[in-house]
C-alpha cells in the first residue's frame, strides 16, 4: 500500500505565498508521475501541474507563471510553489501519483486565500 501526506496549506492573503509538499511512502518500486490537483466549493476537481519522473513538467493555464512544481525522487516528494496567490486560487490541493500499477491520492490540503 501507498500514502500520500500533503502539508503546507493555510491561509494566505491575496499576493501571498505558500509551498506545498507531498510526501509518497508504502511499497514504492517506482513513482512516474506526480501531479497536483485542487476542487474548489461547488466545481469539479482540476489539474494544476504535473511532472514525470524525468522532470517534464506541465501547467494549467490559470497557473503558468506563478506556480512550480518540483519534484525528489530520492524522498518520494513532490512540491508546489504558488507565488502571487489570488482568491480563485482558493480550493483543496490534493496530490496526485501515478505508480506502474495504480493512481494514489492524498487526503487533501486547504488553501484559502483572502484578505
Known amino acids: 500500500q501507498v500514502q500520500l501526506v500533503e502539508s503546507g496549506g493555510g491561509l494566505v492573503q491575496p499576493g501571498g505565498s505558500l509551498r506545498l509538499s507531498c510526501a509518497a511512502s508504502?511499497?514504492?518500486?517506482?513513482?512516474?508521475?506526480m501531479a497536483w490537483y485542487r476542487q474548489a466549493p461547488g466545481k469539479q476537481r482540476e489539474l494544476v501541474a504535473s511532472?514525470?519522473?524525468?522532470?517534464?513538467?506541465n501547467y494549467a493555464d490559470a497557473v503558468k507563471g506563478r506556480f512550480t512544481i518540483s519534484r525528489d525522487n530520492a524522498k518520494n516528494t513532490v512540491y508546489l510553489q504558488m507565488n502571487s496567490l489570488k482568491p480563485g486560487d482558493t480550493a483543496v490541493y490534493y496530490c496526485?501519483?501515478?505508480?506502474?500499477?495504480?493512481?494514489?491520492w492524498g487526503q487533501g490540503t486547504q488553501v484559502t486565500v483572502s484578505s
Open positions: 496526485n501519483a501515478k505508480l506502474p500499477l495504480a493512481y494514489y
Open positions: 508504502g511499497s514504492i518500486f517506482r513513482i512516474d508521475a
Open positions: 511532472i514525470s519522473s524525468g522532470g517534464s513538467r
